[in-house]
């Protein structure tokens, strides 16, 4: 298949910063869009796939699943976008399409593997990993492209991409409305949009944080009320309280403490960290409280676009900071401090 090239960001190594490179974006095919990329934020996981966090990056990686920007052209059969739109790409840019995840509109749950917008194995050009917006263009199937309303702000509705519908689909999908009661752990990326979602659907919003500095923040986003993590106190005055928890921190940490503040038949959803617990669980509240645990991954192309719709009804987006290219490997070091409001988006023009 041919190709043509493009100036994109990404990185060599585990341990090497991200630079310029020229990476290849496929022509387009019948059902393809071809996206100048505005905007995109920066998440936490493009700081694992740089790093190699999870043991499964192919170098070089191009990391950037918050996708916004323009269409510049699109295949012949096409119908859902020409150019001029303004479109959005998140986390999914391809799946199988057949089996009954994906008819169930679960495209993140394929029963034959979903393809990520960056290290994936790219199903158009073979022996290649799929790279992210950390580029001038991305060329995406028209299924997994996104309308973004048109009263967002263009920078700002870029997060919504991964940490909103991160997120949102949990609380979707645990039914949270008005009068449910949330909480959320951890204020970054994922944690700000969490608090706004909630906020939408009606819910009373906690945050849980280590960070008493946050508090003034998470009131200003909408919480309800801040419970400092490491106050043994505090914790206790929520003891049996939330009907969902989303967890969205990034590293290995003890759930104990926050089964305890679960209402019976409550859920605590985990986002953020991927792998071994090593702090031993004790079920006993889970058995005498019917308490549950689970997990969830991204959202699906049909429910990404309902929340985009959704945040375009409230008027909701991202706190961001928006920082050039050239920033991006000091932005990392930031974000690994919690030292970001609450999300990076970077200007594309930067790239230019
Ligand atoms: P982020 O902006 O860095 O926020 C993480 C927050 O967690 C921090 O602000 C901090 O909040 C808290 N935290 C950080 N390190 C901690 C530690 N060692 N112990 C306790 N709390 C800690 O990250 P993000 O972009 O929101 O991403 C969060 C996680 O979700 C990442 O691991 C990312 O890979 C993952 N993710 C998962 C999905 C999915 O589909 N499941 C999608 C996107 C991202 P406080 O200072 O308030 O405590
Ligand atoms: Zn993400
Ligand atoms: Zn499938």
Redesign the pocket.
């Known amino acids: 298949m041919s190709t043509t090239q493009v100036k994109a960001y990404g990185t060599q190594a585990a341990d090497a910063d991200l630079k310029e490179i020229i990476i290849k974006r496929r022509e387009l095919t019948p059902k393809d869009v071809e996206i100048d990329i505005l905007y995109c934020g ?7 796939t740089a790093r190699n ?1 999870w043991q499964n990056t192919v170098y070089p990686a191009v990391p950037g ?1 918050e996708i916004v920007g323009k269409v510049t052209n699109v295949g012949d059969s096409v119908t859902k976008y020409k150019v001029g739109d303004t479109v959005a790409v998140g ?1 999914l840019v391809d799946s199988c399409r057949a089996c009954s995840s994906c008819k169930d509109d679960l495209e ?1 749950y394929c029963e034959n593997g979903w393809t990520g917008t960056y290290n994936g194995p790219d199903k158009h050009l073979e022996g290649q990993q799929t790279y992210g917006g950390y580029s001038q263009k991305v060329v995406v199937d028209e299924h997994f492209v996104l309308k973004v309303p048109e009263n967002l702000d263009l920078a700002a509705v870029a997060p919504v991409l ?2 909103g ?2 997120t949102w ?1 949990p609380l979707r999908h645990w039914n949270v409305k008005e009068g449910s009661k949330v909480a959320v ?9 969490a608090i706004k979602l909630a906020k939408g659907l009606g819910a009373e919003v906690f ?5 008493p500095e ?1 508090k003034q923040d ?1 009131k200003e986003l909408g919480c309800d009320a801040v419970i400092i ?1 490491t106050d043994e106190n505090q914790m206790e005055a929520v003891a049996g309280k939330f009907d969902v928890i989303i967890d ?6 003890d759930l104990n403490p926050y089964i305890a503040t679960l209402h019976h038949s409550g859920t605590l959803v ?5 792998g071994p617990l090593e702090s031993i669980l004790n079920t006993a509240p889970m058995v005498m409280g019917r308490k549950a645990i689970s ?5 699906g192309i049909a429910e990404t676009q309902e929340l985009l719709d959704f945040c375009g009804e409230k008027n909701i987006v991202s706190d961001i900071e928006m920082i050039d290219i050239q920033n991006i490997n000091e932005a990392y070091e930031r ?2 401090k ?1 030292d ?1 409001k ?2 990076f988006v970077i200007d594309m023009k930067s790239l230019n």
């Open positions: 920066v998440c936490h996981s493009d700081l694992h966090d699943h986390c993140q991964c940490a519908i991160t689909s752990v951890g204020l970054g990326g994922l944690g700000h949009m945050l849980f944080s280590r960070s946050k998470a993590s969205t921190v990034p590293y290995e940490h985990l986002v953020g960290f991927l997990g969830s991954l991204i959202g974000m690994l919690s970001v609450y999300r």
